[in-house]
């Protein structure tokens, strides 16, 4: 049972932005799931997000051996490098759904 109560302040232009973000749902209902983590998935976007950004890492690694390698004139296979990217990509745009 809710018995406490939290106040904040905001300016008239917030608290519209933040009506329009809550969207249908009441305000107070949507500001509490957002501050306890509970909207977007909370923990597991977090450790998405940390995942997708290992794996970007890992391709701009690859971008740049790729990259010495040509600068050397050596020949390099980069056939897969655009599904990869793809996939990545395909995987960001879910998390961010999630999130709005």
């Known amino acids: 049972m809710k018995t406490e109560t939290l106040h904040i302040r ?3 232009e917030e608290r519209e932005r933040l009506k329009s973000t809550a969207g249908t749902r009441r305000l107070s209902v949507w500001c509490r799931k957002v501050l ?12 998405e997000l940390l995942a ?34 793809d996939t990545l990509k395909a995987r960001i745009n879910r998390v961010l759904r999630r999130v709005r």
């Open 10 to 12: 905001v300016k008239p």
């Open 36 to 47: 306890l983590n509970e909207l977007a998935g909370g923990a597991s976007i977090a450790e």
């Open 52 to 85: 997708l950004r290992r794996e970007l890492s890992a391709i701009g690694n690859n971008l740049n051996q790729i990259a010495r390698r040509l600068n050397t004139g050596e020949q390099v296979d980069i056939a897969a490098l655009p599904a990869d990217i």
